[in-house]
């Protein structure tokens, strides 16, 4: 039996799926501002606030940062423990 190891192509798939995730959801931020969504739905005035729409992506590129790192972490102690599995089966 074997083991797949995750190699530099898998860790960058990970990685790029999930900044095309947090693009997305980025970019859904900044539409519903401005197709003004809030107003329509929401009864807001009809204008276009800035500073949510900033703070918004400022809070969600700052989380994307943290789980980019720690998924990078992850991947990197799951090939470090592969690596001994490979050693015990030995």
Do not use: Y
Request: net charge positive; charged share 20%.
């Amino acid at each position: 039996m074997t083991q797949s190891t995750p190699t530099k192509q898998s860790v960058d798939s990970v990685l790029m799926k999930e900044a095309i995730g947090f693009a997305t959801f980025l970019i859904i931020v900044w539409v519903v501002e401005l197709a003004k969504v809030p107003h329509r739905f929401f009864g807001e005035p009809d204008e276009i606030i800035w500073f949510r729409m900033i703070f918004r992506s400022v809070v969600i590129i700052g989380i994307w940062i943290w789980v980019h790192f720690t998924t990078k972490r992850v991947l990197k102690r799951l090939h470090h423990l592969e690596e001994f599995l490979r050693v015990c089966s030995w």
